[in-house]
């Protein structure tokens, strides 16, 4: 069982969004080129978190994407369900239908696994994983919209 890539890339760059939003709209183009995911994963992704109003877009030059909501109003639960990715650790996904349309002997166990999980992410804000970055050493490609793109360590 793990949290898939759709899941972990959705909470990064809602945590890269997160830590640099003060200096205005984040592009895509530019988290992609910090987190090193697809521009065209990253669309799809923004697209399901807008429709979810985890953020909003700004269109135009200067344009890109702010969260919608404080960062202490979202949690990592929101961001994985908001990206359809539920985190189950059943074999039936809950049908309970694990081995020949019944229930396997291990049901009960992965089934409190995913109810613990699910309250453990929904404890997590955006805000608790942002302050936990701070003072880390962090890569950091500075958005100045195209006119600097050397990369420098910076703490987060």
């Not at 003060?22 to 910090?34: D, K």
């Not at 020949?100 to 805000?127: F, I």
Request: net charge positive; with cysteine; proline share 3%.
């Amino acid at each position: 069982m793990r949290l898939t890539t759709k899941g972990r890339f959705a909470v990064t760059a809602m945590v890269d969004l997160s830590m640099r939003q003060t200096r205005g709209p984040v592009t895509l183009a530019a988290i992609s080129e910090r987190q090193h995911i697809s521009l065209s994963y990253l669309e799809q992704l923004f697209g399901k978190l807008r429709r979810a109003k985890l953020v909003n877009s700004v269109r135009g030059p200067g344009g890109g994407y702010n969260l919608a909501k404080p960062i202490a109003n979202i949690t990592v639960a929101e961001i994985i369900s908001a990206v359809d990715e539920p985190i189950d650790a059943t074999q039936c996904g809950g049908k309970e239908n694990c081995i020949d349309d019944r229930r396997c002997v291990t049901h009960d166990l992965w089934a409190t696994l995913n109810e613990k999980m699910n309250d453990y992410l929904g404890s997590v804000s955006l805000a608790d994983v942002v302050s936990h970055q701070q003072g880390k050493q962090v890569q950091v490609i500075k958005d100045f919209r195209g006119r600097e793109k050397a990369p420098e360590t910076v703490a987060a």
